[in-house]
Structure formats: structure tokens, C-alpha cells
């Protein structure tokens, strides 16, 4: 059985925004940059930015692991 891998610069990208979006979060900076959508729109849009790359990455780590079925084979 073949098993589509994600490129490396998914992880790469995944790792590096959800430290950045983190980053923003915790420093109040997308309230600043999004005072004028409402009082707490940068805490939800810094979050949610989070949860995405937190999921492209632990999607790359599940696409780089490998199944049962492929360990059985290589034994």
C-alpha cells in the first residue's frame, strides 16, 4: 500500500505560524491590529490561526508515521 506524504515545508510552515500566531496571541498584538473589529475579534482570529497550523502539523507528523500494516511488511 502507497501512502501520500506531505512535504516537509508543511510541517515546516505549521510549526513556524503556530509560534508566531502564539506569539501575537499572548502579546495582545492582534488586538492591536484588530482593535476596530471588536474587543476580543484578535484574541478568536489568533486562536484560530493557532488551531490551524497546530492541525497542518500534527497532520505532516501523522503523514510521516507509519501505519501497522507497513511495519507487518517490513518484518
Not at 506531505?6 to 492582534?30: E, H
Request: no cysteine; net charge neutral.
Amino acid at each position: 500500500m502507497v501512502k501520500d506524504l506531505l512535504k516537509p515545508t508543511t510541517m515546516v510552515i505549521g510549526i513556524i505560524g503556530f509560534i508566531i500566531s502564539a506569539v501575537y496571541t499572548a502579546s495582545g498584538r492582534f488586538n492591536e491590529i484588530f482593535s476596530g473589529l471588536g474587543k476580543d475579534f484578535g484574541l478568536s482570529i489568533g486562536f484560530s490561526f493557532s488551531l490551524v497550523f497546530l492541525i497542518m502539523t500534527i497532520a505532516a507528523i501523522v503523514s510521516i508515521t507509519p501505519s501497522s500494516e507497513e511495519l507487518k511488511e517490513l518484518k
